[in-house]
């Protein structure tokens, strides 16, 4: 069965970081590509990062300059590494990723960020 676990949610204030972790069952790189969505409430869940098996990586233009995403394969682990957060920033972040056509999802992890 495929999970995908996240962690490192939490309350911190604006212009701190935080980093996610999503923990994959199995090789990360058998997910192609990977990545985090977010839902803030009352809006669409959106695209924040993705990255594809062979490094290539995207972003939200709301994200760009300030969140990196990343992988390490041997801990079969994504991370979201969030600088300068904003109280826009605020949301359940959920890690996707997508193998043999399917599309896989965490349960969530939620980011609040306060004034």
């Known amino acids: 069965q495929v999970q995908l676990v996240e962690s490192g949610g939490g309350l911190v204030q604006a212009g701190e970081s935080l980093r996610l972790s999503c923990v994959a069952s199995?090789?990360?790189?058998?997910?192609?590509?990977m990545g985090w969505y977010r839902q803030a409430p009352g809006k669409q869940r959106e695209l924040v990062a993705s990255?594809?098996?062979?490094?290539?990586?995207d972003y939200a233009d709301s994200v760009k300059g300030r969140f990196i995403i990343s992988r390490a394969a041997a801990f079969n682990t994504m991370y979201l590494r969030m600088n300068t957060l904003k109280i826009e920033d605020t949301a359940d972040y959920y890690c996707?990723?997508?193998?043999?056509?399917?599309?896989?999802w965490g349960k969530g992890t939620l980011v609040t960020v306060s004034s």
């Open positions: 990255i594809a098996s062979g490094g290539t990586t």
């Open positions: 996707w990723g997508r193998r043999g056509g399917l599309d896989y």
């Open positions: 199995g090789s990360i790189f058998s997910f192609n590509p």
